[in-house]
């Protein structure tokens, strides 16, 4: 008669909506300290050479704040507790900072990041940290 070999018990991959909350704001903290120094020292006296070094660097660590971010909503989305903070917002100018974030990058690639918004599309109702979030998500 064949004996059957227990199997060992396998750790659990899954990580909780809680774990992943906590995890993001373990990183945000030091991260905007040095989101906050970059910020400081741009406005030192610096040569070109080291303004454009310094850009760099708060421009990364902003989009590595935004993936932070990103996993934070994730968990909060897991465990029903994203909020949306609807606000009367300006379109045309929510497409234009968007496409500022992005241009740099798309430079390096010999990308140019374009956009077209209807004459007079005014404002609208809606979150605008949400949907500059997705429409980050969206093109990144």
């Known amino acids: 008669m064949a004996r059957k070999t227990p199997t060992p018990p396998v750790p659990d991959a899954r990580v909780s909506a809680e774990q992943l909350a906590s995890l993001s704001h373990e990183f ?16 030192t006296g610096l ?6 070094y ?5 421009d ?16 909060k989305l897991g ?10 917002m300006d379109v045309e100018g929510l497409l234009r900072s968007v496409s500022e974030l ?4 798309a ?9 077209a918004a209807p004459t007079g599309i ?13 429409l980050l998500n969206f093109a990144g």
Not at 79 to 88: C, G, N, Q, R, Y
Not at 102 to 105: A, E, G, K, M, Q
Not at 122 to 134: F, K, S, V
């Open 54 to 58: 310094v850009s760099a660097l708060r």
């Open 60 to 75: 990364s660590g902003e989009h590595l704040l935004s993936l932070v971010n990103d996993v934070l909503d994730f968990a």
């Open 28 to 43: 945000r903290t030091p991260l905007n300290g040095v989101l906050g120094m970059a910020r400081l020292l741009e406005g």
């Open 102 to 105: 992005l241009s740099p990058r």
């Open 122 to 134: 005014g404002q609208a109702l809606a979150d605008e940290g949400r949907l500059r979030q997705i």
């Open 107 to 115: 430079q390096e690639k010999g990308l140019e990041i374009a956009w």
């Open 47 to 52: 040569t070109a050479e080291q303004r454009a």
């Open 79 to 88: 465990a029903d507790k994203i909020e949306l903070h609807p606000a009367t």
